[in-house]
Each structure stands twice: as C-alpha cells, then as structure tokens.
C-alpha cells in the first residue's frame, strides 16, 4: 500500500528573535531570506527530495534566481508563518513560491525563486526528474497563487560606480562550500547607512545569481541608479586581468 502523499504546500512557524531585528525593531530583510530558505529545505527533506536525501547522492540545490516583494517585516518577538511549495519542475530548474504572513494573518511578503539541481562534485547542472525516481513530480503544486511579478532579465545600462570592496570569510560561506546567497543580500543592503532606512524601506528585492564565490575572494560592489527609489546592484569578484560577475541584483525603495 503507498504511502499518504503529503500536501503540496508546507506551513512553517518562525519568530522574530530581537536579534534577528534591526533598529527599527522589526526582522532583517537577510534573515527574512534564510527563514524562507530554511522552509525550503524543510519542504523538501519532507517529501523526499531535499539535501538529506541529495546530499549521499553528491548532489544539491542552489538557488538561481530570488524575488521578494514586501508589505511590512514581523516586529520583535512576532511570529510568522511560511507557506512554500513548488510549482513548476523543469529538467535542470524548479520554480519554489513563498508567502509570508504575521501573527494576526496579515499577509507580509511573497518571493518567487528557482533553483538548480548540481553534482557537489563537478559543480555541473543535474536532470532533476532522474534524481530519486522524479519524487519532486509528486509535489507540485499549480493551483496557489503568488500573486507578485516573477524577476525579469535584469539588465543594466552601465557598469555603475564602485561603492565598496570586501573579502569574502568564514562567516560568508556556507555548507555548500560557497558564498551563501543571503550574505550577498546583507552585503549589498549594507551599502546604505542607517539612517538611510530609518526614512527607507525595501519594497522588493530582485537577485540573479550568476557564479559562485569563495573563502578570500575579494567582491566589489557597483551600483547604478536607475531611479530615485530603484537601485541595480552588480557585484564582480577579482580575478585575474578581469573581473567576473557573480550577482546582479534590483532594490526598491519606498
């Protein structure tokens, strides 16, 4: 007798721990981003596909593209809730959906997101649907709606000005071995002071994630105004002659 499928969609309960807040008492856009993450992968471990089961084939996912579009953050000691599920299943891509909503049920953000499936070995793109006989097939949900615009090609006019220069450490790499995708969130916000967001807050968030980086990389940071309110954020990695893109990356302001 098969096993009771479950849902399509996963519901995960998170807190905003004050030191996971900033000044405004409300939680960190990055961390916002790991709490999605960290649904993500409780999703998925669930129903069969996720790195539990990946990782004693040398495979994993990484996360390709990320939109997030925000209403408000959860305020200190709130909790919040995370609906994820998947949607579409591509032979080396997957589309992942989030919404966020706070404790009185108030819907606070929704993010698109894909992903690839990587041999950990080669670093090469693997076909999802040979990975344990396509279980991922049995989870996609079409039917719930995310309701916010998917991240287009994001393409700049010009290279931008160089804003900031760091060196990527021990705390900005991740199990995987490379740059985890929310620190190069923390370090473009980073590029505005404080009191920038104490008149300012991010309304919507768009990454494409282009190469990895490492442990001593040295990553600079450009950006192009496109509006008053829209900022284009690439970071470049030295190397060499050249310098190689890694992220490029769109902030609304409001």
Known sequence: MEDKLLSGVGRYVFQ???FHCDCSYRLFLAHLG???L???DFHSNERGYGVRVL???HKTWVLSRFTLEIY???EVYESFTIETWVNSVMRYFTSRNFSVSDARGKVCAYARSVWALIDTDTRQPVDILKVNDG???KYVEKDKCCPIEA???LKFST???QQQSVVMHYSDVDMNGHVNSMKYVEHMLNLWPISWYSEHRVKRIEIAYVAESHEGDELKFYVEQETESISDVRIMKVGGEQEIEVVRGRISFA
């Open 159 to 161: 290279q931008g000005k």
């Open 16 to 18: 905003a721990e004050p």
């Open 151 to 153: 991240g287009g090609r």
């Open 72 to 74: 408000h953050l959860p």
């Open 34 to 36: 790991n709490q999605l």
């Open 135 to 137: 279980q991922i097939m």
């Open 38 to 40: 960290n649904a993500a």
């Open 55 to 57: 990782s004693n084939l």
